[in-house]
């Protein structure tokens, strides 16, 4: 990989693309801007399409910029890149020009009570810059173009030998290590059910895994992506087209259930699934949204003392602990990269993520 250098050649304007209406993205150019205090300017290298992308570029949620819907505000989206330092802002010595880093999405207020607990995933000045909130693809702009503006606590140091691509993932496997770790206080020996082989789903089994579960059950209705689960380090795995997954965890655990429900699909039946697969006093973290409400049997959470609780991307510095890991090997996160495409490709990326073409599951644009 590149040595760090003391000098990137910046442009003063950027190719990127922009939310026109629902769905419209054009390529264009907008300025480069100035980092300003604890802030650098990323050239971006690499980024990664989430299903949460597609979202707002359909239909704005959960993206807010200026306390409304997306759409026609010169707004570029896009949240798991990676890159390079290009600029520092005035007072940061955290990093140097040349430096790669990959990113987290959020950076809180830092003076309201969820920021001041680590919680900045859930600032309660969410979406308002005046207060110095960033959701970069969400409040402020993305990684679909060439720089980014970053504060300096959402970059993360791509460890050495890892791979563009590999870095754009990092993000992912941080959203599933906030959920296990910092959040729900796994710890090895435990038992884990993963529901739902999407990119969390599985990096999910892989971070699991390196964090000592023992069984990790991963459920699904693809039977290749549950392979890529198995290769991930799932010790079983269960179609939930064949078999019905409560009564199948169950039987895999000899009765018992699991100690700890990932929940990574948002199907309808998903929450009761894990209701009555996880056991007494056991954890249920929902990791994916759900597109409606759905019906669960909420009095076994009572009768059973089971936490539920639900998290909102990688909060806690999860992307440095899951960086970290992948920096030792502990999983491949490449077995989820399917695809890649250049920039102004970027609608066919958008399609292939969307559609599930060629069964694409992490889709990486690269942009240098």
Same mark, same amino acid.
């Given at each position: 990989m590149p040595a760090p250098t003391s000098a990137i050649t910046v442009p003063n304007?950027?190719?990127?693309?922009?939310?026109?209406?629902?769905?419209?993205?054009?390529?264009?150019e907008k300025p480069v801007l100035q980092p300003g205090p604890a802030e650098v300017l990323v050239r971006i290298d690499a980024i990664a399409i989430c299903a949460t992308d597609l979202e707002v570029i359909a239909h704005g949620?959960?993206?807010?910029?200026?306390?409304?819907?997306?759409?026609?505000?010169?707004?570029?989206?896009?949240?798991?890149?990676?890159?390079?330092?290009?600029r520092l802002g005035p007072g940061v010595d955290e990093f140097a020009v040349g430096d790669r880093v990959t990113v987290e999405i959020h950076a809180g207020c830092g003076r309201c009570p969820r920021c001041r607990q680590g919680m900045y995933t859930s600032c309660w000045n969410y979406g308002k810059p005046e207060k110095g909130h960033r959701a970069n693809g969400f409040?402020?702009?993305?990684?679909?173009?060439?720089?980014?503006?970053?504060?300096?606590?959402?970059? $993360?140091?791509?460890?050495?030998?890892?791979?563009? &691509? =590999? @870095?754009?993932?990092?993000? /992912?496997? #941080?959203?599933?290590m906030y959920g296990l770790d910092s959040m729900g206080g796994l710890v090895a020996g435990e038992s884990v059910a993963v529901l739902g082989p999407g990119p969390i789903g599985l990096l999910g089994v892989g971070v699991a895994k390196a964090l000592g579960a023992q069984p990790v059950i991963?459920?699904?209705?693809?039977?290749?992506?549950?392979?890529?689960?198995?290769?991930?380090?799932?010790?079983? $795995?269960?179609?939930?087209?064949?078999?019905?997954? &409560? =009564? @199948?965890?169950?039987?895999? /655990?000899? #009765?018992?259930?699991?100690?700890?429900?990932l929940e990574c699909s948002g199907a309808p039946s998903a929450l009761n699934d894990a209701l009555w697969m996880v056991n007494r006093g056991g954890r249920i973290c929902l990791a994916a949204l759900?597109?409606?409400?759905?019906?669960?049997?909420?009095?076994?959470?009572?009768?059973?003392?089971?936490?539920?609780?639900?998290?909102r991307g990688e909060g806690r510095s999860a992307t440095h602990?899951?960086?970290?890991?992948?920096?030792?090997?502990?999983?491949?996160? /490449?077995?989820?990269?399917?695809?890649?495409?250049?920039?102004?490709?970027?609608?066919?990326?958008?399609?292939?993520?969307?559609?599930?073409?060629?069964?694409?599951?992490?889709?990486?644009?690269?942009?240098?």
């Open positions: 304007q950027m190719r990127c693309w922009v939310l026109g209406d629902p769905g419209q993205l054009t390529l264009t949620a959960p993206a807010t910029i200026g306390g409304g819907l997306p759409f026609n505000k010169n707004f570029t989206p896009g949240h798991e890149y990676m890159g390079t330092v290009a409040t402020t702009d993305g990684g679909f173009g060439q720089y980014a503006i970053n504060h300096v606590n959402t970059l $993360v140091r791509v460890p050495e030998g890892m791979s563009d &691509a =590999e @870095a754009t993932l990092v993000v /992912t496997a #941080g959203t599933a991963l459920t699904g209705t693809r039977d290749a992506r549950l392979e890529k689960g198995l290769r991930l380090g799932a010790d079983h $795995v269960i179609n939930v087209q064949r078999e019905q997954p &409560a =009564e @199948a965890v169950r039987k895999l /655990t000899q #009765g018992r259930g699991v100690d700890f429900v759900f597109p409606e409400p759905v019906h669960a049997d909420l009095g076994r959470i009572v009768v059973d003392n089971i936490t539920v609780f639900g998290i602990r899951a960086a970290a890991l992948m920096g030792q090997k502990r999983f491949d996160a /490449t077995i989820i990269h399917t695809h890649t495409f250049p920039l102004d490709q970027l609608p066919t990326a958008l399609r292939y993520a969307r559609d599930r073409v060629e069964d694409a599951i992490k889709v990486v644009v690269k942009i240098h």
